[in-house]
Nanobody, 123 residues
Framework: QVRLVESGGGLVQPGGSLRLSCVAS????????MGWYRQAPGKQRELVAA???????NYTDSVKGRFTISRDNAKNKVYLQMNSLKPEDTAVYYC?????????????????WGQGTLVTVSP
């Protein structure tokens, strides 16, 4: 079964840095898009950063210049380097992927979510 697993969250002071990682495992034929979302208490889940199906990157305005998304295609991994963290960055961060799963040679398009990793920015 294809699965996404995030890691790297934790408690950090304002101005600090964290690096999140996400790995996709299982029988994956291809990954068409992959990125990070977050959800803060009382707010809707929002896109943070992503690689589009065309290979371009997309960032929400509030993280531009502070966060950087990167990937290792050979390992089916995506990373989010978060610098200059602010209290308003506090949220559960979720990895998201649009991929094609190879199930006994039958290809199936899927959207997957990771379990989430908590990032808390507090003095």
């Amino acid at each position: 079964q294809v699965r996404l697993v995030e890691s790297g969250g934790g408690l950090v002071q304002p101005g600090g840095s964290l690096r999140l990682s996400c790995v996709a495992s299982g029988s994956i034929f291809s990954i068409n898009a992959m990125g990070w979302y977050r959800q803060a208490p009382g707010k809707q889940r929002e896109l943070v950063a992503a690689f589009t199906s065309g290979g371009s990157t997309n960032y929400t305005d509030s993280v531009k210049g502070r966060f950087t998304i990167s990937r290792d295609n050979a390992k089916n991994k995506v990373y989010l380097q978060m610098n200059s963290l602010k209290p308003e960055d506090t949220a559960v961060y979720y990895c998201n992927a649009h991929l094609v799963e190879d199930r006994r040679s039958f290809l199936t398009a899927r959207e997957l979510w990771g379990q989430g990793t908590l990032v808390t920015v507090s003095p």
